[in-house]
């Protein structure tokens, strides 16, 4: 890859803090208590509890629905391991369900196939796209439905918001997801005994210290600016890559129970009030790629009618993974970083959670996904520029 590539290199993800935002968490956060309003709650309608992540959210839940110890969690195969492990130190075991290829979230007749030997389900909105709820929920029969959210804000089911149909659901804000707040977690949830009880669960957790919070800015500004042109491509990329291939930062395990940094609440309950003329962006960038790449055997992942993706992420689907591994090594060195999206998760599973290997969908999606930037703070030219570049793909 040339130098001129490296400087210019388009990061997979979106990470926004700048030093205003550094300012706003340590200097004007006084707030001794996260406020009873927020944005979410306003936007969403009912209680909301917020917590530091999306796993610490998870683990909240789950034990709020006082689960017998080893019970088996319903789990997408095609997800982020870190659901998995919030479900082992809840105390429960993930039961793998397999996906569905047209949607890339929990398939309904997997589910029913597997019902009677689980005793919640998590049905993750992959990529922004939602899940088919109505077949899930029906598939699920009496059986709790939690909405992972992390990918999915003011995505919509059938005119309805993604986090507003199952039992519960919970949504991310960590730097590199839409809000890009540093951390942060919301939890929702229309029933009010389980309210009740989460929001006993996360009063109960520790606050952030000051001395805390300040170096928890710091840390996220100095991330964030290495996950930005043009520390990106010299220093940020090789140097993330380097070490995840010694330290395997991928695979994440454990996790510290906070409630959100008000810092990271700020910011995040800011950016919310404003943030869906961002996402109408992001998707007229999703339907430039989805009208303009021309690639032979890709399969393109549309929204589904009556649907609405925010498009978090923009998913490709090659016919092997030899062939996937290809185009994004030709994107990289055009000085585009495309993610190759839980490649290996089966065997991750396998060797830490006791996968069986049942999910053939999510096993061949997990070898032949490619996932290229479209988020909103890009340019129009960058857009362009990753079209062009998929298309110029011959390999």
């Given at each position: ?22 300012w706003k968490a340590i200097v004007r956060t006084n707030m001794s208590i996260v406020p009873a309003t927020s944005a979410m709650g306003e936007i969403f309608g009912g209680p909301v509890s917020f917590t530091t992540s999306g796993r610490v959210s998870l683990y909240t839940i789950l034990r709020s629905l006082s689960l017998p110890p080893g019970a088996r969690v319903g789990v ?273 599973a396998a060797q830490s959670h006791g996968y069986a290997g049942d999910c053939p969908v999510a096993e061949r999606c997990s070898r032949t996904v490619l996932t290229v930037p479209a988020y909103y703070s890009l340019s129009q030219n ?14």
């Open positions: 890859m040339s130098f001129a590539n490296r400087i210019r290199m388009i990061p997979r993800y979106h990470w926004e803090y700048v030093l205003i935002d550094m997408p195969l095609f997800c982020c391991s870190v659901v998995f492990d919030a479900v082992k130190q809840a105390g429960c075991i993930p039961e793998f369900i397999d996906i569905s290829d047209d949607t890339y979230g929990l398939s309904p007749d997997d589910v029913m196939r597997k019902r009677g030997r689980i005793s919640a389900l998590v049905a993750v909105h992959m990529f922004g796209h939602p899940v088919d709820m109505d077949a899930i929920l029906a598939a699920a029969g009496n059986i709790p439905v939690i909405e992972d959210c992390a990918q999915s804000l003011f995505s919509t089911y059938k005119g309805r918001l993604t986090g507003t149909m199952g039992t519960v659901s919970f949504f991310s804000f960590r730097s590199g997801k839409y809000v890009s707040a540093g951390e942060g977690s919301a939890i929702l949830c229309n029933m009010p005994k389980m309210a009740d009880a989460i929001e006993a669960a996360v009063a109960s957790f520790p606050a952030w210290r000051f001395h805390q919070e300040a170096l928890h800015s710091v840390a996220t500004y100095a991330k964030t600016v290495m996950y930005n042109r043009p520390w990106f491509g010299t220093v940020g990329q090789p140097l993330g890559s380097r070490l995840d291939k010694s330290l395997n930062l991928t695979a994440k395990s454990g996790f510290t129970m906070r409630r959100i940094a008000q810092g990271d609440f700020r910011i995040m309950d800011e950016r919310l009030r404003t943030f869906r003329k961002r996402i109408a962006k992001q998707r007229d960038y999703a339907a430039y790629l989805m009208h303009t790449v021309r690639l032979a055997g890709a399969v393109l992942l549309k929204e589904k009618p009556g649907c609405e993706s925010n498009y978090y992420q923009f998913a490709i689907r090659l016919e092997d993974q030899a062939r996937r591994d290809r185009l994004a090594a030709h994107l990289h060195d055009n000085g585009i970083d495309a993610a190759k999206y839980l490649s290996g998760i089966g065997a991750e960058d857009i362009i520029h990753i079209a062009d570049s998929i298309n110029a793909y011959t390999g």
